[in-house]
């Protein structure tokens, strides 16, 4: 894997990559979201053989080992919301793109076969949610903050315009309820991953490398679902 990761990213998982990983067209620097599912940049063909090759290459052991990340050191107080769609810079061609959606179960299978980054929970647009690394273990999400926080991905194409649909949303706030009961998380500890990176992108120093879940996402709104008296 060409990735550059950041310093809070360093340790982690010791799963091998298949050599048929799709995602090994990384970009310079990683995260969970867009860089951690570029396969979805590569021609439809070349990306369906890299994803079959990648689930014959997985042994159960293999994948149950992707699912893990390092004991916590720090208490969490915070969740850290995504979309799987975001800007990148194309390992090939060196220019910004951008990472569609994609599917639940592509972007979860991506996710847990990459050596480093992971998430806690995945919400597909219709509301179906599913758990990959433990809350109680870290997975690298997000610069610097991974060690506090929870790392929620929702399947959106991050730029705004995709609509984020009630079944997304009201399984969202029914996960967010439940974490913030047993974590006691205040409502300024729901952040969005724009708000806690604001780099930019190395192949292109005008556009900012983390966006989402972008602005269709009605972040106040959700908010005030998940801290209204119920
Ligand atoms: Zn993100």
New binding site residues.
Partial sequence: MQVTLPPDTGTQRTALVSAADGRRQAPQSA????EGRTVGNMNRKSAMIGLVFTALAVTASDTEARRTGNVRREVIDMV?I??TG?PTCDARTGRPIWVRAGTLEESIRQIEAHPKLGIHYMIDRDGALRASVPEDQVAH??FRLSGRSIAI?LIND?DGLDPFPDAQLTSLVKLLRDIKQRRGITRDGIRR??EL?HALLPCDRTQRR?V??GAAFPHELILDRVFQPH
């Fill in positions: 995260d969970s979201c867009a850290v995504h979309s975001g999400h997000v991905e991050g991953h724009s990176d983390k989402d879940p």
